[in-house]
Nanobody, 114 residues
Framework: QVQLVESGGGLVQPGGSLRLSCAASGSSFRRYGMGWYRQYPGKPRDLVAQITRDGATYYADSVKGRFIISRDNVKNTLDLQMNNLKPEDTATYYC????????WGQGTQVSVSS
């Protein structure tokens, strides 16, 4: 069964950094454009960063210049380096392909607070 497992969340002060990781099982990872999504309570998931199969990256305006998405097609991992975190970044973060090809994982909680 293809799975996504997110990790790396936690509590951080404003201005701090976190690095999220996503491990994907199966052999199709390299074929997919992948993304990091975040979800506020009671709201739908929003795409905040995406990376194509070939490594081109795109970011939502709210995170541009602060977040960096990367992938390793050998290890089947997707990372999100989050810098200069703000309270409004507090959310649950998920990874998935751009076309939602995987079942959603459990997500990882990011809390930004002083």
């Amino acid at each position: 069964q293809v799975q996504l497992v997110e990790s790396g969340g936690g509590l951080v002060q404003p201005g701090g950094s976190l690095r999220l990781s996503c491990a994907a099982s199966g052999s199709s990872f390299r074929r997919y454009g992948m993304g990091w999504y975040r979800q506020y309570p009671g709201k739908p998931r929003d795409l905040v960063a995406q990376i194509t199969r070939d490594g081109a990256t795109y970011y939502a305006d709210s995170v541009k210049g602060r977040f960096i998405i990367s992938r390793d097609n050998v290890k089947n991992t997707l990372d999100l380096q989050m810098n200069n975190l703000k309270p409004e970044d507090t959310a649950t973060y998920y990874c998935n392909s751009i076309s939602w090809s995987y079942s959603w994982g459990q997500g990882t909680q990011v809390s930004v607070s002083s």
